[in-house]
């Protein structure tokens, strides 16, 4: 049998046709239960605008959304305290910034602090276990707390004070647990993961959404069209201790 | 050899006692009963096939953990083509076995295993708080 033009340009339409309609159908019914895209960027950064953020004096939003969506405990005592997100004053958080002049615009202002992200991170090189980790394709700096072993180098490495150590059963001290993020349990070390669990679900950093100034910017610092991008570009952001060459991956805009 | 009566007779107590246990076990018909769990009403499906899950549903939850927090692979697709979040607050027990108690623990207890210590971290929070009026 001869197969001529027209019946062959018909067979491949069909074929064609027939595989459009089978993607269509798993893509409509293979997804049961699956959320919003995850949220993708090659470097994570996290760009925080002091001017905004000295707005609100004593404004404590994004500190009290990670402690909710992170299961924190807050203990009184500062030798057991767990901290992702906190507050510093500025001559503290930035030692070596300082002139006259910035000590007269910020002085006992509070800066938001938390773990830096680094491009290299000197808590990920000391770890016996690989608890930590910096994740290679958007440069999150990861824990497991499965694999922690609780030794503390992490802490002792940490040239921020990023890390807390669970001295107690986290668990009596979280005032209202969240069902949907784990808890950690005595003699593991925490951190800011950068809501890499929400990133997951298409969200941003729950400290990001919490804040109502719109002081914390979000965004992959590799993408030039990013609006952290753009903020850093516009004007002068100060990472903490960069001569240590960690590589911080949050930005203060000063 | 006057004696022969007495010893044969407490040989035969003896190997009678010695062999308790097999021929105890053979005789009475009463089987240990089987760990009394609580199946989820609502669903009849487990990720995957009963007898794998019966054995190896702690490789499976390794497993998962390590692809969640390690490789950042959030998915599982079951064999019959299902998927579900790689979750075991939100998936096994929000799903599913809403009683870690009446299933978990139960089974667990039966079969001697100390631990797993899973729970010291993840969450049953919520079905305990449902589960009280």
């Known amino acids: 049998m001869k197969i001529t033009r027209k019946d062959f340009l018909l067979c491949s339409g069909l074929g064609l046709a027939a595989v459009l309609a089978k993607r269509a159908v798993s893509a409509v019914s293979g997804s049961v239960g699956t959320a919003a895209p995850a949220k993708a960027a090659k470097h994570w950064g996290l760009v925080i605008d002091l001017q905004k953020c000295r707005k609100e004096a004593g404004c404590v939003d994004c500190i009290k959304a990670c402690n909710v969506a992170h299961n924190i405990p807050q203990i009184q005592d500062p030798a057991h305290e767990v901290k992702w997100i906190w507050n510093q004053p500025f001559e503290s958080a930035f030692a070596f910034e300082q002139t006259d002049y910035a000590r007269q615009a910020y002085a006992g202002h509070p800066i938001p602090l938390l773990c830096n992200h680094c491009a290299n991170p000197p808590c ?7 608890a930590t980790w910096k994740r290679e394709d958007d ?14 180098y992490c802490m002792a490495a940490c040239p921020y004070g990023s890390r807390s150590f669970n001295w107690q059963d986290p668990r009596p001290a979280i005032a209202s647990p969240n069902p949907d993020f784990p808890t950690r349990t005595k003699g593991v070390v925490e951190k800011c993961n950068f809501c890499e669990e ?19 910017v979000f965004g992959d610092l590799a993408d030039p069209d990013a609006e952290a991008r753009k903020l850093l570009r516009a004007r002068f952001g100060l990472q903490r201790e960069p001569e240590l060459g960690t590589g911080p991956s949050v930005y203060y805009l000063v | ?19 308790f246990p097999l021929w105890h076990g053979r005789t009475s018909k009463a089987s240990p009963t089987a760990p009394d769990i609580k199946l989820p009403a609502q669903e009849k499906q487990c990720v995957a096939p009963l007898s794998y899950m019966r054995n190896s549903h702690m490789e499976l939850l390794v497993n998962w953990r390590e692809e969640v927090v390690r490789n950042d692979q959030r998915q599982f697709t ?29 089974c667990h207890s039966y079969a001697g295993v100390s631990g797993p210590y899973c729970w ?3 969450n049953e929070a919520p079905l305990t708080a449902r589960s009280k009026p």
Not at chain 2, 4 to 19: D, E, H, N, R, S
Not at chain 2, 78 to 105: I, P
């Open chain 2, 120 to 122: 010291e971290c993840h």
């Open chain 1, 198 to 216: 929400r990133l997951a679900r298409g969200r941003g950093p729950a400290c990001v959404e919490a804040c109502p100034e719109n002081a914390l």
């Open chain 2, 78 to 106: 079951a064999y019959n083509g299902k998927v579900y979040d790689k979750s075991l607050t939100r998936t096994c027990l929000m799903q599913c076995h809403t009683n870690k108690a009446e299933f978990c623990d139960r």
């Open chain 2, 1 to 19: 050899m006057r004696d022969k009566p007495q010893i044969l007779a407490a040989l035969l107590v003896f190997v009678g006692l010695f062999t």
């Open chain 1, 124 to 130: 990920v090189r000391v770890c016996p276990t690989q």
């Open chain 1, 139 to 152: 440069g999150i700096v990861m824990m497991d707390w499965h694999r922690c072993i609780g030794c503390r």
